[in-house]
């Protein structure tokens, strides 16, 4: 019976990766990151989220180019309502950045409709943290943001206060479910992360997330 359990949790697994990577479409060259599907928490959609890999991205005046002279370069952008994930194809050579940084897109549409009740949770989680000084990240994306905060930000709770707040948690999904456990965009301490960990756990991991 033990043997069965087991067979049996393995074999429940590989079906949520299955159904997971259902969900999206890998468009042109460039191979699926399949060792996060069965990572991840269960996903639902009504529609598939289409992924393309292009070359050299970068970001300007709030667009998403590809081999441009200008912009800062980017390693991915997201389309909420075109359902749609671009990646930097550079990123086929680094499997482990190209799995975090996937989540974090995808975390994207799971932050749009995680619900207002679960945003203000994890915003104390943050605020927690930011009120106490915390230094670090889990990746640049958030941190490059949280530099940049003042404390009118948090208090007022502004564009820029809340723009931060979805890039924090799409770095924790990364950092969590993604398979490096060591990269030099980790910055946040033990007992930060450890928080972290503990609210997704309890808020995210155990229900099936839409996207």
């Not at 299955?18 to 269960?42: M, T």
């Not at 389309?79 to 499997?95: A, G, H, N, S, W």
């Not at 749009?112 to 203000?120: F, I, P």
Request: hydrophobic share 40%.
């Amino acid at each position: 019976m033990k043997h069965s359990f087991r067979a049996s949790k393995s074999s429940h697994s590989r079906r949520q990766a299955a159904n997971n990577k259902d969900l999206f479409r890998f468009l042109g060259e460039g191979d699926a990151p399949d060792a996060v599907f069965g990572r991840l928490p269960q996903l639902r959609a009504r529609r598939a989220i289409n992924v393309t890999f292009r070359p050299h991205l970068t970001a300007y005046k709030g667009k998403l180019l590809s081999r441009a002279p200008h912009g800062d370069a980017v390693y991915a952008g997201c389309f909420l309502r075109k359902r749609k994930i671009v990646l930097d194809e550079q990123m086929l050579k680094t499997p482990r950045v190209l799995e975090r940084i996937f989540v974090h897109e995808v975390f994207h549409f799971v932050w749009s409709k995680l619900g207002a009740k679960l945003r203000s949770s994890y915003e104390q989680l943050v605020l927690d943290e930011f009120e106490a000084a915390v230094v670090g990240e889990l990746g640049w994306s958030a941190e490059s943001m949280k530099l940049q905060l003042a404390s009118s930000d948090c208090e007022l709770r502004t564009r820029r206060w809340k723009d931060y707040l979805c890039e924090s948690f799409c770095d924790t999904a990364g950092w969590l479910f993604g398979t490096a456990r060591q990269y030099s965009e980790m910055t946040l301490g033990r007992e930060q992360r450890d928080a972290r960990r503990r609210w997704f756990r309890e808020h995210v991991v155990r229900r099936p997330l839409s996207i």
